[in-house]
């Protein structure tokens, strides 16, 4: 029996702001009177909106109200009302994740949310769901290759690498087409980015300051250099100053050479051939940012791939490739559900061998990090060994009924299939007033944040979402 959702991607970025709306189909997989095993085996885009220039007050504020206005106004031209959706994601990206009232957006969108749209900002996460929705992930696994995949976007580009289909590692620059922006009407220089007025530095190029209108071949000279910088993260080669200057949070660790090298969002149209006389036609570097990029990277024998979606990979991303479905052997008690933004602390494969006492310790000092509230909602990450015997289930849930004695929530989460027994078990150990929710096939790590939704697939499954950040600035 298949069973049919509604899933909403909302992507607010530096230069502009789209939302899709995707129907997922879960389908039972198994036959007759097995355990159910419910699976995703559809996603569809039903509905594109228009692409939006980001509303801004200032340059360091985005115009909520007006961002509001535009969802609202789509949710209408789409006829999906806020009850349909299910899932999906809010993700505000690159510089409008530092805009002094980001939070303000998450407020005004609060209402057209639904019940279970997850608002999340991190870098890793916008590199992996913009890997996704740009068709790289697929094309990886497809061939069974390799592929480092770049987002260039209006004030980050978020870069993410795959292997046959699985995510290797990210990263985020400081290079985005929004980064110089110019006067609507005598092309004056309005804005400068603070990163790119030390490169400006560096090269010595007289022209590019605030109120200047700039020399276009000065222009082309900064845009060519940067280019170059961004050519550095997909070689192994020492990596410069300036680039490591323009990471914005972690680089890559040490990986070989990708056999493939994709773009996507907006300067991807550029970097792919897209000819355009008025070059700026977006008061901004954007399309001569594109145009170096494919110079430098014809120049350097490096041959990029197209791989499906540019413009929207990110948003699609959202919106169809977020969500993940909870293992069938799952239990859950009480009224709690949906969840939101419930921090996670991971126990490794070792812990969970520890003896009570010390177990119950190493939950209790984790838990601090948020503080000692018991109020405070947690989720305890595990990995669970396979085919544990019924002996090994109770050990396992009499340490967390100690370690996490006295709370009106206990979620956990398992990598492996465990869940429904071992939620049972629990509920037998604690007041019965406490609510439990202990879903499986689910990988976690510290410092992850999760999303849970009302159950689909009659009961038998829950719709997750794992973030890396909320909110990055």
Not at 48 to 60: G, M, V, Y
Not at 211 to 233: A, D, M, Q, W
Not at 442 to 459: A, H, M, S
Request: charged share 30%; proline share 2%; net charge negative.
């Amino acid at each position: 029996m298949k069973e049919e959702i509604i899933s909403v991607g909302i992507d607010i970025g530096t230069s502009t702001t789209q939302l899709v709306f995707a129907k997922i189909t879960l389908e039972n997989m198994s036959s007759g009177s097995r355990v159910p095993q419910i699976k995703i085996v559809n996603k569809e885009i039903f509905y594109r909106s228009k692409i939006h220039l980001t509303p801004l007050l200032s340059s360091t504020e985005v115009d909520a109200k007006k961002i509001k206005g535009i969802i609202s106004n789509e949710y209408k031209i789409s006829n999906v009302s806020i009850d349909e959706v299910k899932t999906g994601a809010v993700i505000i990206t690159g510089e409008t994740a530092r805009k002094e009232n980001a939070r303000e957006i998450l407020n005004e969108l609060s209402d057209l949310a639904g019940d279970f749209v997850v608002a999340t900002a991190g870098p890793d996460l916008e590199s992996v769901i913009a890997g996704k929705g740009s068709g790289a992930m697929f094309f990886s696994e497809k061939n069974n290759t390799s592929i480092c995949h770049l987002d260039v976007g209006g004030g980050t580009t978020n870069i993410s690498v795959f292997e046959c289909g699985e995510i290797l590692d990210t990263t985020c620059l400081d290079i985005g087409g929004r980064l110089i922006i110019f006067d609507e009407n005598s092309l004056r220089i309005k804005y400068i980015y603070e990163k790119y007025k030390k490169i400006i530095k560096k090269l010595e190029l007289k022209s590019l300051e605030v109120g200047n209108i700039p020399c276009e071949k000065e222009l082309i000279t900064l845009c060519k250099y940067i280019g170059g910088i961004l050519l550095e993260s997909v070689k192994i080669e020492k990596k410069s100053d300036i680039y490591n200057y323009l990471v914005t949070n972690k680089d890559f660790r040490e990986i070989n050479n990708c056999k493939h090298i994709s773009f996507s969002f907006v300067l991807a149209e550029y970097i792919y051939g897209k000819k355009e006389n008025d070059k700026f036609k977006y008061r901004d570097i954007g399309i001569i940012l594109g145009e170096q990029i494919k110079k430098v990277f014809e120049e350097n024998g490096v041959i990029v791939k197209e791989v499906g979606e540019t413009i929207g990979a990110t948003v699609i991303g959202a919106g169809s490739h977020t969500t993940e479905i909870s293992g069938s052997t799952i239990a859950y008690y009480g009224k709690c559900l949906p969840l939101k933004n419930i921090p996670v602390i991971k126990l490794s494969v070792e812990d969970e061998k520890d003896t009570t006492e010390i177990f119950k310790e190493k939950v209790k000092k984790k838990i601090e990090w948020f503080g000692d509230d018991k109020e405070q909602e947690i989720a305890l990450g595990l990995k669970g060994r396979k085919n544990m015997d019924f002996k090994e289930v109770i050990e396992l849930g009499n340490k967390i009924s100690e370690a996490l004695y006295g709370r009106k929530k206990i979620i956990i989460v398992i990598k492996n299939d465990l869940g429904k027994v071992l939620g049972q078990y629990i509920k037998t150990k604690v007041n019965s007033e406490v609510e439990i929710i202990c879903i499986d096939s689910i990988e976690v790590q510290d410092g992850d944040y999760i999303d849970i939704g009302e159950p689909l697939g009659n009961g038998h499954v829950l719709p997750v979402i794992v973030k890396t950040l909320v909110l990055d600035y």
